[in-house]
């Protein structure tokens, strides 16, 4: 058990809509990652977050958005959901202390479906 | 790219036998790390090497980082069935913006026969 938590562990949903992940990172750590893993372009960094702000971008579509709440926990929108963005949404934290990356500890994931 | 690529694509060998993988990467790193999925699951890190590091070991695992071939190399030793699970490398970024997120390669699937 790496310690990171995310909910719900799956989602089924339909094309259009509108789903929020939620991950609450292990205890201490103030650096939260997002990450998308599908079949045809494997594990995908999103986002990720530094104790509320914004530190880094990847490939995260306009359609996608995150925040980091005062308690660290994050959450993940999607929206105008695609059959394309069925995936594996994974959530991981580090202590985001270090200048150099850090190791980063995942969640289980959430499983997305969109039919 | 920065992103690593980790070679054979898929290995399947008997317990007690050794399971080498490889990870080949394009641009300067701080560390380079290696983790565990089974399947559908989370990642589990194994272990980060950094780069004024050539070799690392922990358990059964032994890790080799060759910066001047932007290559490194994992080692299982003596594996077993649980040892079955895709592994995949990540590296970071050697600074600037993105040197919060990892890339990740493919992965290598390993399946160990009883």
């Known amino acids: 058990d790496s310690g990171v938590t995310q909910t719900p562990k799956h989602l089924i949903t339909a094309t259009g809509q509108r789903v929020t992940l939620r991950c609450s990172p292990r205890s201490g750590d103030l650096s939260v990652y997002w990450y998308q893993q599908s079949l045809d372009q494997g594990l995908q960094f999103l986002i990720q977050?530094?104790?509320?702000?914004?530190?880094a971008k990847g490939n995260i579509l306009e359609r996608f958005s995150a925040q980091q709440f005062p308690d660290l926990h994050s959450e993940l929108n999607l929206s105008s959901l695609e059959l394309g963005d069925s995936a594996l949404y994974f959530c991981a934290s580090s202590a985001g202390t270090s200048l150099y990356q850090e190791t980063q500890y995942f969640g289980p994931g959430t499983r997305l479906l969109v039919l | 790219s920065q992103q690593g690529e980790e070679d054979p694509q898929a290995l399947s060998i008997q317990e007690g036998e050794n399971a080498t993988m490889n990870c080949s990467y394009k641009t300067s790193i701080n560390n380079l790390q290696w983790y565990r999925q089974n399947s559908g699951r989370g990642l589990v890190h194994l272990i980060l090497?950094?780069?004024?590091?050539r070799e690392k070991h922990s358990g059964r695992l032994r890790v080799t980082l060759d910066t001047s071939k932007k290559s490194s190399s994992l080692l299982i030793t003596a594996s077993r069935a649980a040892d079955t699970a895709s592994y995949f490398c990540?590296?970071?970024?050697?600074?600037?913006?993105?040197?919060?997120?990892?890339?990740f390669g493919r992965g290598t699937q390993l399946t160990v026969w009883p």
């Open positions: 977050y530094y104790n509320g702000e914004e530190r």
């Open positions: 990540a590296t970071d970024a050697r600074r600037g913006s993105t040197l919060g997120r990892l890339y």
């Open positions: 090497i950094r780069s004024n590091e």
